[in-house]
């Protein structure tokens, strides 16, 4: 069935370094690709999406790459501050379902 | 708009109980989702609805829970009876899909369950 993969489960940078996390999907038929910020005690929020007919999109220190072909999708966050500490969800949906199928979750921490 | 709206915030219940978390999702949405959140587990979706039919209970844990949609501007999730272990953080979801293309799910502040 429909899976997404995420890596590392734990990320610690210091603060100003850069973080990656990776996801994989199986599902080839995927074609929008959100990326959920949680921080402690709070909802789930959007931070960045992608959809499949684009391979990159930023938004000033997020950015997200897509490679259809591996069918994987990475988060790079860039100048960490102390407040990018939380868990980050990846995720994947084909429209039709209108359902998201999460990644377990990596859970972000910078030192300052 | 108010956002995804859910209530209660908190709830804190005995073992054998009934339970009811009750959302609104946002005007116009078409799609509503409830998930669970623990730290074991993660988050798992429970079932989701589209124009207030269900589409997808596979998520659901066991008989003692149970959904419904009377409306397009409601929706509940009931445990009955409730255990300890059903003791999470219960997040209402909701979202449009326009033609082909989805938007952006958004999610409400939750509902604590605790169960003694």
């Known amino acids: 069935g429909e899976n997404v993969e995420q890596h590392p489960s734990t990320l610690s940078v210091q603060e100003g370094d850069s973080a990656v996390i990776k996801c994989t999907y199986s599902?080839?038929?995927?074609?929008?690709f959100p990326w959920y910020k949680q921080e402690l005690g709070k909802r789930p929020q959007l931070i960045i999406d992608?959809?499949?007919?684009?391979g990159e999109k930023k938004d000033q220190r997020i950015a997200v790459t897509l490679n259809k072909t591996a069918k994987h999708f990475s988060l790079h966050i860039t100048e960490t501050q102390p407040e990018d500490s939380a868990v980050y969800f990846c995720?994947?949906?084909?429209?039709?379902?209108?359902?998201?199928?999460f990644g377990q979750g990596t859970t972000l921490q910078v030192k300052p | 708009d108010a956002g995804v709206i859910q209530s209660p915030r908190h709830e804190v219940t005995e073992m054998g109980q009934e339970v009811t978390l009750r959302c609104k999702p946002i005007s116009g949405h078409d799609y509503l989702f409830w998930y669970r959140q623990t730290m074991m587990r993660g988050l798992e979706l429970l079932i989701y609805?589209?124009?207030?039919?269900?589409?997808?209970d596979s998520g659901m844990p066991e008989d003692r829970f149970s959904a419904k949609m009377p409306n397009a501007s409601f929706s509940t999730l009931k445990i009955q009876p409730s255990e300890p272990r059903d003791s999470a953080v219960y997040f209402c979801?909701?979202?449009?899909?326009?033609?082909?293309?989805?938007?952006?799910?958004?999610f409400g502040p939750g509902t604590r369950l605790t169960v003694l």
């Open positions: 992608i959809r499949s007919n684009v």
């Open positions: 995720a994947a949906s084909t429209s039709n379902t209108g359902k998201l199928i």
């Open positions: 609805f589209n124009n207030n039919v269900p589409i997808d």
């Open positions: 979801a909701s979202n449009k899909v326009a033609g082909r293309a989805m938007n952006t799910q958004y």
């Open positions: 599902d080839s038929a995927s074609n929008y």
